[in-house]
């Protein structure tokens, strides 16, 4: 069975500095992707980027971007030059052939002024 | 544009009361998936449906039951409730099998 692991319980980052969650999944299969979804104390899950598994080049959105290392199962994202409003949960998610998400266990990421 | 709309927010339930939770999306997308969140566990999925008359068992589905009559309603529910249903509830829909998921505001549930 897929399994996705995120073993950042919690992170922290000065503003303006640049964080890393790291995220780990397994799977014997060679077409899926893959997501990173945040979530703010509102509750609300936004997605932050997403990644297709065929692509070698990685995501990148503003300031998000990933190091997708398919060999090694690895997904991690990378926040430039953090803001008070990255503050949030975020999750790391597999989707297989089908559409159906496993996701991670989650990391919660403070940013401090 | 409404998106993903999940009622009630908030319930509470007695143990072995039964309820419904209404998910409503007007974007017509085919895939729509109940999870449910505790802390330390991320999301699981619950069910899951890629249209109209089609649902599919997810990774927690006991306890709980799913049709899917039209392609914008999709709800779910709690036969009878027991305390380790207590979470938070996610709707959620998407365009196609990997399109990126749209997330209803999420319902809170107490069983007590």
């Known amino acids: 069975a897929q399994t996705v692991t995120q073993s950042q319980p919690e992170m922290s980052v000065q503003e303006a500095e640049t964080v890393t969650l790291s995220c780990t999944y397994d799977?014997?299969?060679?077409?899926?992707?893959l997501f990173w979804y945040k979530q703010p104390p509102s509750r609300q899950m936004i997605l932050v980027i997403r990644?297709?598994?065929?692509?070698?080049q990685n995501a990148t959105e503003n300031r998000f971007s990933v190091n997708f290392q398919k060999a090694a199962k690895s997904f991690s994202l990378k926040i430039s030059d953090s803001q008070l409003g990255d503050a949030a949960m975020y999750f790391c998610?597999?989707?297989?052939?089908?559409?159906?998400?496993?996701f991670g266990q989650g990391t919660e990421l403070s940013v401090k002024p | 544009n409404a998106g993903v709309t999940q009622t009630p927010k908030f319930q509470v339930l007695k143990t072995g009361q039964s309820m419904t939770l209404q998910c409503a999306q007007d974007?017509?997308?085919?895939?729509m998936s109940w999870y449910r969140q505790d802390p330390g566990m991320g999301l699981r999925l619950i069910h899951y449906?890629?249209?109209?008359?089609?649902?599919d068992q997810g990774e927690v589905p006991n306890g709980y039951n799913v049709s899917r009559s039209t392609t914008e309603d999709f709800p779910l529910r709690l036969l009878s409730a027991a305390p380790s249903q207590t979470s938070v509830y996610f709707c959620?829909?998407?365009?196609?099998?990997?399109?990126?998921?749209?997330f209803g505001n999420g319902t809170r549930l107490t069983v007590t």
């Open positions: 959620a829909s998407s365009r196609t099998k990997n399109s990126p998921l749209h």
């Open positions: 799977t014997s299969e060679s077409d899926y992707y």
């Open positions: 990644q297709e598994a065929y692509k070698q």
């Open positions: 998610a597999y989707s297989k052939q089908g559409g159906k998400l496993i």
């Open positions: 974007m017509n997308h085919e895939y």
């Open positions: 449906s890629v249209g109209a008359g089609i649902t």
